[in-house]
């Protein structure tokens, strides 16, 4: 019997972007698939999507009408778009008229302390859901912290984390690696350090891509 081919998977992603959430859940979907066969190893990067935005946030319709030169008919098909796509991999999206988007760097570095501790993509899942499921403000402390002790961290010391500014050095060092290697949207899947799977693909797709690089992998 063959061993499974160890991948390093490095997600670049954001908290505030929907196909992250989409691309996020069909890349475990695809690994459920290939499970006996390959070995990943999940690293979650960071990348902010709207770094300028103030911590109280602001509308989110507005802000994509304003970001992308559309109207609100255009941003409502687009959510109807991610939304179908999300439900096909099990994920609720139930961004609406009234949604807010937040600034997520507090998110970032409270997602940094818990791959420290083994628990990022947890704590990921918490956030994504959070957002875009329930409607919170992920730029809050308190729902921050709330949220990293449902993923199995210790609540106080993710507020010590949030309070401190930990770990803000480390997100900038790393938003900047993965600009400087080209990536300027997300998600971005990127395997052994070299192989770019951009997007929120279906799970067949993250499935597809992932034997043909352990295969490769594996001569």
Wanted: glycine share 8%.
């Amino acid at each position: 019997m063959t061993s499974p081919i160890p991948l390093r998977i490095d997600f670049v992603s954001d908290v505030s972007c929907p196909w992250c959430a989409v691309g996020l859940a069909s890349l475990e979907r695809a690994l459920q698939r290939l499970e006996g066969t390959v070995q990943a190893d999940i690293h979650l990067q960071p990348f902010e999507l709207n770094p300028q935005l103030p911590a109280e946030g602001e509308d989110a319709t507005e802000h994509l009408m304003r970001k992308y030169g559309i109207d609100i008919g255009q941003v409502e098909a687009n959510r109807a778009v991610i939304r179908e796509r999300a439900a096909s991999v099990g994920f609720a999206f139930n961004m609406r008229v009234g949604s807010r988007v937040y600034n997520t760097f507090d998110a970032h570095r409270l997602l940094h302390w818990a791959e420290l501790e083994g628990r990022h993509l947890a704590l990921k899942k918490a956030l994504l859901r959070a957002y875009f499921t329930d409607g919170e403000d992920v730029a809050s402390h308190a729902v921050l912290a709330r949220l990293a002790g449902e993923a199995g961290l210790d609540g106080d010391e993710a507020r010590r984390v949030l309070e401190t500014g930990a770990y803000a050095g480390e997100v900038r060092s790393q938003e900047r690696l993965f600009q400087q290697r080209g990536i300027r949207s997300v998600p971005a899947t990127i395997v052994n350090g070299m192989h770019l799977i951009p997007g929120g693909q279906p799970p067949e797709v993250f499935e597809q891509a992932l034997r043909e690089i352990a295969a490769s992998a594996n001569h």
